[in-house]
């Protein structure tokens, strides 16, 4: 049993895995695993915030991305998300085993706007930091793939730097499991494996629209007029996200 100001709510799966990495002494407050749960998930966060408990996300600080004595550079203009990701999550969440309502599938898939997509030369390591009664917890991480929602940004490595197609393999799946991880949130994670999947293979096609299209088809998947308007609404022009792979 803890205080409230002892443990926080892992609103963000990305962040909750690095701090579980690295600082085992870190309290959570549970949440339910199961998509099932979705109908009364936002009232349960609600009822954690009356308590006192904070979001991860909200309290989380990082510092600059440390490199070994060179900068990190971005190659190329900066990308948005395009249409083919997000008809890929919206596909895969309209999946009628998983019974998550229309509102659910918007409000996970906007997590994405505004977001922009970054190539950068090199990540280097991030320290991130949380300050819980009165105690500061240090994690670290070096990865492909870095989703700073704070920003607003997805770094990625440059691919045409990578030596070999395996390499380029790992990071478009890193790209796929910190998407999954970013959007869904920690009240869902049972959505990450599948969803995950599902963006690998989009990224397989550079997530273009009509390729996405083809492998939901494929996968008995279809969008619902009520995801068509999201997709409406969202006014995406072009395929935006990772449009050169190699």
């Not at 870190?26 to 966060?45: G, H, M, N, Q, V």
Request: hydrophobic letters at 40%; glycine letters at 6%; proline letters at 4%.
């Amino acid at each position: 049993v803890a205080r409230p100001n002892e443990v926080l709510y892992a609103d963000d799966l990305i962040l909750r895995e690095i701090y579980a990495n690295s600082c085992p002494s870190l309290k959570f407050a549970w949440y339910p695993k199961t998509a099932a749960s979705a109908s009364w998930i936002d009232e349960l966060i609600e009822t954690y915030s009356e308590l006192g408990v904070r979001l991860l996300s909200h309290v989380s600080n990082n510092g600059p991305s440390r490199t070994n004595g060179h900068p990190m550079i971005e190659v190329g203009e900066r990308n948005v998300i395009g249409k083919g990701m997000y008809r890929a999550i919206l596909g895969f969440l309209a999946n009628p085993k998983l019974k998550l309502p229309a509102p659910v599938r918007k409000k996970i898939v906007m997590e994405l706007s505004g977001v922009e997509v970054c190539r950068v030369n090199q990540l280097g390591e991030v320290v991130y930091s949380v300050h819980v009664d009165g105690k500061q917890h240090v994690a670290r991480r070096t990865a492909h793939v870095r989703w700073e929602k704070a920003e607003k940004r997805i770094y990625y490595l440059h691919l045409q730097a990578m030596p070999s197609v395996s390499s380029k393999l790992q990071v478009l799946h890193e790209l796929a499991d910190e998407v999954a991880k970013g959007v869904v949130g920690a009240e869902r994670v049972v959505l990450v494996e599948g969803l995950r999947e599902m963006l690998f293979s989009a990224a397989s096609f550079h997530f273009e629209d009509e390729a996405v299209q083809y492998l939901l088809r494929r996968s008995n998947l279809q969008l619902s007029l009520e995801d068509e308007a999201v997709l409406e609404e969202l006014h995406i022009c072009g395929e935006g996200v990772i449009s050169t792979y190699y």
